[in-house]
């Protein structure tokens, strides 16, 4: 990956066509105040393809029934889409077995699975589960809770002001009483990828069992979770171009094996007395309920046209992005950018002087452009840099330069109504 | 564009970048905090109250346009009422940023708040202040979040 600074408007790589890219998501052509929407806060969440949203209606269409239940046609044309789309997502993220994908809610639902189901059983008073200064409060708080609940402590490693995790303070923190470390691949307010391979090296060397937050990578990078050999990876359907509601726990098979259920119900059974009940295989034994079956179904449909796009390439798009949209904002007087790790997924967070986010985000409103202002759920990195919020413009797949254009123009007017 | 314009006029653009009253009372009668957890916004403020008179009004603390001018007017507005007075006023901005009603007191300064009404992500940052002023008057400990009502 290249850190360095494109200083003329780019040409796009020639494998990927973001003008035929954008013709996929019909919501790009909607108008915000009369203007052209220009959407930048694909880090809370992206825009879905059409061949998402037709996954969905053909679902309801034509297949819709509870699954792993019926005998009858439809039941089992759902449960085959259903579990079709598991063996999707353990192709995409490289896992060895189906069995170990898990879908859940989110990725804050996958993250409080572990904490309740790994964590919480297994912790005892001292022992100590390792987080960075970076993550998001879904990998903060579950953590805390399961703490008060074990007498364990939480231990956090550093960043430096360039929004990079101090290796060095990283691994004296990791101790013989180590049992978990969790922490995020990209982070949200920054940008920031983390170096996992060394990291879940330095981890699982010395005995902790590692859970990987990526909700802001798989859309972004290749993710191969037995390449990376972490124990856990959690991430959520919305942010990767599928439908709201879905989200992914990778567990290894054994560690799932070997963790009591999370949630009793339907589903996660195998046989029930009023005496005794026996759970279910994995993934069941942790879906209890009926879960989001259309959700689920058109989660695997965002994922093949991501595998048809190609992660490189749209990585490679991203990172054009990135790089201009760095450049063209570090021109702008008075304005700093918040996180500047050379190893940065598509975000920028910025302040800009005398000027609250919550101001910059309501003028470009204005103009049709939507970013994001506030914490981002993560503000002890706003304590970090001193900050009580930043702006953030995150930039997706469909993105353009000539949107970047528009970013900057917009600020110039946040600038000229703030002036003196 | 009419309706930024609306919202921030040059009177909301002076109060934010030079805000009247921003001190600390000490001592004040009362006092009470406020919070916007979702853009960290924070405004203390100070009173001090005698006979039924707000002698003296002050606020400190730090947050957008909107807050910050609010909390500057409303301090503006307020020195030298009675509490009865206060309490009109505050029933009359609310209605003034929420509906569609008109200003109809003597602080008539506190117009340019009614650009607010057509931004509803904004209201809490218009009312941050005015509700921590309640809870001042009120003498209620806790701090006051814009998430709790």
Not at chain 1, 59 to 83: C, I, K, M
Not at chain 1, 170 to 195: C, D, M, W, Y
Not at chain 1, 350 to 365: A, E, Q
Not at chain 2, 127 to 134: I, K, P, R, S
Request: aromatic share 6%; charged share 20%; glycine share 8%.
């Amino acid at each position: 990956m290249s850190s360095s600074m494109i200083n003329t408007q780019p040409r796009l790589s020639h494998e990927f066509d973001v003008g035929s890219v954008r013709q996929d998501f019909p919501i790009l052509n909607t108008s915000v105040h009369h203007q052209k929407l220009v959407y930048l806060d694909n880090a809370a969440t992206t825009q879905k393809p059409q061949a998402v949203l037709d996954a969905l209606t053909h679902y309801y269409q034509h297949d819709n029934a509870n699954v792993h239940r019926g005998v009858h046609a439809l039941s089992e044309r759902a449960t085959q889409a259903f579990e079709a789309a598991r063996e999707t997502v353990r192709h995409f993220i490289g896992a060895r077995h189906a069995q170990e994908i898990i879908f859940v809610r989110s990725t804050t639902e996958a993250i409080n699975l572990v904490a309740g189901s790994f964590a919480r059983p297994r912790l005892k008073p001292d022992d100590e589960i390792l987080i960075t200064e970076m993550e998001h409060h879904s990998n903060i708080v579950p953590w805390q809770l399961v703490c008060q609940q074990t007498g364990a402590c939480l231990k956090v490693a550093p960043m430096d002001d360039q929004g990079i995790l101090q290796m060095h303070e990283f691994e004296k923190q990791i101790g013989p009483r180590t049992r978990l470390v969790a922490l995020t691949h990209v982070s949200n307010a920054l940008g920031s990828i983390n170096p996992l391979q060394e990291i879940i090296h330095l981890a699982k060397s010395r005995g902790a069992v590692v859970l990987i937050d990526g909700a802001q990578a798989v859309a972004h990078l290749p993710v191969n979770v037995s390449q990376l050999n972490c124990d856990f990876y959690a991430f959520s359907g919305h942010k990767l171009y599928g439908p709201t509601g879905t989200g992914v726990l990778y567990g290894r098979a054994e560690l799932l094996e070997s963790m009591p259920p999370w949630q009793g119900g339907g589903d996660m059974i195998r046989s029930v007395t009023f005496e005794h009940t026996e759970y279910n295989d994995i993934p069941y034994k942790f879906e209890a309920g009926t879960p989001d079956i259309a959700g689920v179904i058109g989660l695997a449909a965002a994922i093949r046209y991501l595998e048809n796009l190609g992660l490189g390439p749209i990585h490679a798009h991203e990172q054009t992005l990135l790089h201009y949209a760095t450049e063209r904002l570090s021109n702008l007087p008075g304005l700093r950018i918040i996180g500047q790790s050379p190893q940065k997924s598509s975000l920028i967070s910025f302040v800009m002087d005398g000027v609250h986010p919550h101001d910059i985000g309501t003028i470009l409103d204005g103009e049709g452009i939507a970013i994001r202002t506030g914490h981002h759920c993560a503000m002890p990195i706003m304590d970090h840099f001193k900050v009580p919020a930043t702006a953030r413009a995150s930039f997706a797949l469909y993105n353009t330069t000539e949107e970047i254009d528009a970013l900057v123009s917009g600020l110039n007017h946040v600038t000229q109504w703030f002036g003196k | 564009m009419n309706e930024l314009r609306d919202l921030y006029q040059q009177v909301i653009l002076d109060h934010y970048k030079q805000p009247r009253n921003f001190y600390r009372l000490k001592p004040a009668t009362h006092h009470a905090k406020g919070h916007n957890p979702l853009c960290g916004d924070e405004v203390d403020i100070w009173l001090d109250i005698q006979d039924n008179i707000i002698r003296d009004i002050g606020f400190t603390g730090q947050g957008c346009a909107i807050s910050t001018a609010s909390a500057s007017l409303m301090t503006e507005a307020l020195r030298g009422k009675t509490l009865s007075e206060a309490h009109q006023i505050f029933d009359e901005v609310r209605a003034m940023v929420t509906t569609d009603t008109q200003l109809t007191s003597p602080a008539g300064k506190l117009m340019v708040l009614a650009g607010v009404r057509q931004f509803p992500a904004r209201v809490k940052c218009a009312m941050l202040a005015w509700h921590t002023l309640n809870a001042a008057l009120n003498h209620q400990t806790k701090p006051v979040s814009t998430e709790q009502t």
